[in-house]
């Protein structure tokens, strides 16, 4: 979940660096650092807090070197600090590491390196492990002494590495844990994420699992866990770099709200002929194969899980289909019934999570078929798919999901249709219907987003509380958990949602007087029993606001405060439903105070388990 860089050529290697530190600083942000060769030998600057310690520290330091590597971290072993920060060296300072992941079984090689060879540690991580190991290893071929340290090391890994005594080469391998490379004009660099490259370069070389890669100025090889080099297509990158800047917002996660009419779009209309039937980009997902299936398994995390939840009932109603659902981190471990009847989808925004591919990787031995849906060209995920389904969201930057979360929900809806469309189960007036109200969605977002004053208001009045239940039945329950999880996340308000039945049995022990409910009602075959579970909060104290469409105004004589969204079938609600939950979130957060686009905690890409 850490962000590394790395730079050779005859630039500034320095500003360069943090330059690209800043790009990935969402990947972690509790400390960073930078090693640069200089006068012969590494020097090391790193220090806890955000990037902008690091720079402010370093800028009347004369690096003039072409040779460095930085990290951005998000701390798994050892707490913050100046000491635990990355880069790492080994104990005569001539090799410095960067690493993303966890060594699994650094404790073993912790004691084994103290007691046979007396190294002396002085950080508490797990990354100190790999810079003594290449050290003991090294005897005039760095890349030799890598390969040695990686032959003993067990877990995920995405690492760079430098050495005083060959400072003509920069070194990364890639296990389990993203890395990419860009090709430049007399100059080379890696990454954890290709935003840290945009500004210099466009052409990128997609690192595999297990492969090792030697840098110079002029020059990038790869090569295979054998030792043999591999031959890789060059990637080239459309987007451009201005997509990740803020462009005037106060922060990453409100100008992501604000780009979900035009990322919604997208992912409907590009995927949609003249005749409004749906076409899906190469995923060659016959009639004979969608019948040969008898199950379909959804895996995913965090706010993917939430998207996968409107799948699962929006697959079954739609293709009649048997679907699970599952935390990808608990998939594999209770031997899944999935074999080579099951369509396995994989719901990842950044195709990196290493849960999600984890559980992937499990179905797929186990002779699933893989259907991703994910954000990220060319991710580890999206690589290792028999087929991707690709959201249009654009980068998405803040580290609580916004824009990348309702167009998983629209590739949802769209592979549900096609899937019945196709199979021939699925009236086709339902079908036209179907598109027909999803063609209106993003004209029906932008009408929400005018709301956003009055959420504001509402943040005002609540923004204090420390306690909050959100409650909601069918597909508003599985938004519940998303508005839920977005308010706990960024604001640190004590959040968690149940489905509205559940309330009496146990949960409604916990309304008192004051208790603030967030009631989601825009199911209209539902919206009279939720409105008989509002008055089971309210009866007990609890302050409610309620959430439904316009024209549902009885909800009014109930909750304290109303939000509308605009008419549209019940089964297409959490489009919209979910939004002016991602801005009461966003507001409250800003009226406490909280860094709302580096949540303390967290990072945007999750690449350990």
Not at 126 to 143: K, N, R, S
Not at 380 to 399: L, M
Not at 535 to 555: H, M, P, S, W
Request: aromatic share 8%.
């Amino acid at each position: 979940m850490c962000g590394i860089v790395g730079y050779i050529g005859d630039g500034n290697a320095s500003d360069i660096i943090i330059e690209g530190l800043k790009k990935l600083e969402y990947r972690g942000y509790d400390s960073s650092g930078i090693a640069i060769y200089k006068n012969g030998k590494i020097e090391v600057h790193k220090y806890k807090g955000r990037i902008a310690n690091l720079e402010a520290a370093v800028a009347n330091e004369h690096f003039n070197s072409g040779v460095g590597i930085g990290h951005t971290r998000w701390a798994t072993h050892g707490a913050p600090s100046d000491v635990n920060a990355h880069p790492h060296s080994n104990t005569d300072h001539s090799i410095a590491i960067v690493h993303n992941g966890i060594i699994e079984n650094y404790v073993e090689l912790r004691e084994w390196l103290i007691r046979e060879h007396g190294i002396v540690f002085v950080s508490e991580t797990d990354t100190e492990v790999i810079a003594h190991l290449i050290g003991l290893y090294y005897d005039g071929d760095l890349v030799d002494a890598v390969y040695k340290a990686v032959d003993k090391m067990r877990g995920a890994y995405g690492i760079g590495v430098i050495c005083s005594k060959e400072p003509d080469k920069l070194i990364a391998v890639r296990k389990d844990s993203p890395l990419v490379v860009g090709l430049g004009e007399g100059c080379n660099f890696i990454a954890s994420d290709i935003p840290a490259l945009l500004k210099h370069v466009r052409s990128i070389y997609l690192i595999e699992n297990n492969e090792t890669v030697v840098l110079t100025k002029n020059d990038v090889k790869i090569y295979n866990a054998d030792r043999k080099e591999v031959k890789r297509d060059v990637f080239h990158v459309t987007w451009d770099e201005d997509a990740a800047e803020k462009d005037g917002y106060d922060h990453f996660m409100l100008k992501e709200i604000y780009e979900q009419p035009k990322g919604l779009y997208e992912t409907l209309n590009r995927r949609l002929d003249e005749n409004g039937m749906i076409k899906l980009d190469g995923i060659s997902l016959t009639k004979e194969d969608l019948e040969k299936f008898n199950k379909v398994y959804i895996v995913a995390c965090g706010t993917a899980y939430h998207a996968g939840l409107v799948g699962k009932y929006i697959i079954e109603k739609l293709a009649k289909i048997p679907v699970e659902i599952d935390v990808a981190s608990e998939f594999r471990y209770r031997d899944p019934f999935v074999d080579d009847r099951t369509l396995f989808i994989a719901i990842s925004q950044s195709g990196e999570t290493l849960d999600t591919l984890a559980a992937l990787r499990e179905a797929k031995n186990k002779g699933a078929r893989i259907l991703s849906v994910c954000n990220v060209v060319g991710s580890s995920v999206a690589r290792e798919s028999d087929d991707v389904f690709y959201t249009w969201a654009g980068p998405e930057i803040a580290v609580a999901s916004t824009k990348a979360f309702t167009t998983q929900l629209m590739c949802m809806y769209l592979i549900a249709l096609y899937m019945g469309s196709t199979k021939g189960i699925l009236d086709m007036d339902v079908y036209h219907r179907y598109i027909d109200e999803l063609k209106q969605i993003p004209d029906k977002l932008k009408k929400v987003l005018e709301q956003a004053g009055n959420v504001m208001e509402i943040a005002k009045d609540f923004y204090k509380r420390e306690q909050v239940f959100f409650i909601g039945r069918g597909l508003d329950s599985a938004i519940s958990f998303e508005g839920s999880l977005k308010l706990k996340e960024i604001s640190y308000i004590n959040s968690f949602a149940i489905a509205a039945g559940e309330l009496k049995h146990g949960t409604i022990a916990l309304i008192e007087q004051g208790t603030m409910v967030i009631a989601l009602a825009t199911q209209d075959r539902l919206f009279e029993k939720m409105l008989s579970n509002i008055q089971e909060v309210k009866a007990r104290g609890a302050t409610v606001i309620g959430l439904a469409k316009e024209g549902n105004v009885d909800i009014e004589q109930q909750a304290n405060k109303v939000i509308y969204i605009p008419d549209c079938m019940d089964e297409v609600t959490p489009l919209l439903s979910v939004v002016p939950l991602q801005l009461l979130s966003y507001n409250i957060a800003k009226l406490r105070g909280c860094d709302i686009d580096k949540p303390k905690n967290l990072a945007k890409s999750v690449t350990v388990e």
